[in-house]
């Protein structure tokens, strides 16, 4: 058995900033509502015509893999995390190889939601395992901003979500010293429809009409309140999880990176567990929360800040759309 390391995360996001005080010019809303319910300050939107979730992602999946200091040709497969591929099919991982001129190495797409990443570095892990891929690059990406309602009525969803794309190469650790130790992931489908999408449906007479623009079938919609609630207590059971399965303990953590659902929820989690500041990743306050993609972009910029350092205990950890959940602890 092989053990799975990170060696190297990049991501990109849209140039186009999003202030609050934009926003509050779209729809009923304002700066102090914003930042004392979410710390959300402005976050990127994606320009129609320039960015896609396959230019953004195999911009970040270069960065990753320079990082890395590997070549595309070295990469066997890819794992793709995302609910908002450019076509409702193929899947983005396809449209990504394409991009990046891979040719015929698999590519996988997941899709769930706020915790697609942390599935799909678990699912990467256990490929690097068995040794049936030795180099693979793993992304999360989304354009988020398209789905959402920018009137009043969508206002507590729009102010959140946002777009971006980030990506890690995953290969074999030489080391015991360093690697992902182990992943944990849960679902509940029975609050499907706390967080969801409806359209474009399959099981509808026709995958889009009119009439379902009309209705708002095509907007992300959200019961904020029931999400912040079952985040915080499954967030915290997540972390505690993975920690007891590796016999170790909060104090011993040396970067916390939740998924940036809202700044409040990582505020929450972070006083449970008592860390200070400098041992919690949060970017959600200029990023706003880019879904899947928050987690590798997190990564990428703390490596870039000097917070990850050879040999740190890592915890990602997420929540949302499902719902689902899961975590992941690794010594950088
Ligand atoms: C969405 C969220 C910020 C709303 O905050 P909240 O404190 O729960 O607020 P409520 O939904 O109870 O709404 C309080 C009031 O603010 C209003 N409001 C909602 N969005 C608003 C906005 N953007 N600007 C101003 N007012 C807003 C509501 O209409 C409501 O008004 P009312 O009291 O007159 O009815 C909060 O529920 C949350 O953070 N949920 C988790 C969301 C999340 O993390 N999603 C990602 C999951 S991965």
């Keep these: 058995m092989f053990k799975s390391r990170i060696?190297?995360?990049?991501?990109?996001?849209?140039?186009?900033?999003?202030?609050?005080?934009?926003?509050?010019q779209m729809m009923d809303t304002n700066n102090e509502w914003i930042v004392e319910r979410t710390g959300i300050q402005e976050r990127r939107w994606y320009t129609p015509g320039v960015d896609t979730v396959t230019n953004m992602s195999a911009k970040a999946s270069r960065m990753a893999m320079e990082r890395a200091k590997i070549s595309p040709e070295e990469i066997d497969f890819i794992v793709f995390a995302t609910i908002t591929s450019d076509y409702f099919l193929p899947g983005a991982g396809v449209l990504l190889q394409r991009e990046l001129g891979l040719t015929s190495i698999g590519a996988l797409d997941i899709r769930n939601a706020c915790s697609g990443f942390i599935y799909a570095l678990s699912v990467a892990d256990q490929f690097i395992k068995?040794?049936?891929?030795?180099?693979?690059?793993?992304?999360?990406?989304?354009?988020?901003?398209?789905?959402?309602?920018?009137s009043d009525e969508g206002r507590s969803s729009a102010v959140i979500f946002a777009d971006g794309a980030g990506a890690v190469i995953l290969g074999q650790s030489h080391?015991?010293?360093?690697?992902?130790?182990?992943t944990h992931l849960h679902a509940d489908g029975s609050h499907a429809e706390e967080l969801y999408c409806i359209a474009p449906s399959s099981s509808g007479k026709v995958r889009i009409s009119q009439e379902m623009i009309d209705r708002g079938d095509f907007f992300l919609k959200m019961n904020g309140n029931a999400v912040f609630k079952h985040a915080v207590v499954r967030f915290m059971e997540v972390i505690k999880e993975a920690l007891d399965h590796n016999g170790v303990t909060k104090e011993e953590i040396d970067l916390l990176v939740p998924h940036q659902a809202n700044l409040r929820i990582s505020q929450y989690i972070q006083q449970k567990l008592q860390l200070p500041d400098e041992k919690v990743f949060n970017n959600i306050m200029y990023l706003g929360n880019t879904t899947a993609g928050t987690i590798p972009i997190a990564l990428s910029q703390a490596w870039e800040q000097g917070r990850l350092k050879e040999g740190d205990l890592v915890c990602l950890a997420a929540f949302g759309s499902g719902f689902a959940w899961a975590s992941a602890l690794l010594r950088w």
């Excluded at 068995?130 to 789905?147: C, D, H, N, W």
């Design 7 to 24: 060696l190297g995360a990049g991501h990109y996001v849209p140039e186009r900033i999003v202030t609050n005080e934009e926003l509050s």
């Design 130 to 150: 068995t040794g049936m891929y030795k180099k693979i690059l793993v992304v999360g990406a989304e354009i988020q901003s398209s789905a959402l309602d920018k």
């Design 175 to 182: 080391s015991d010293q360093h690697g992902i130790m182990s």
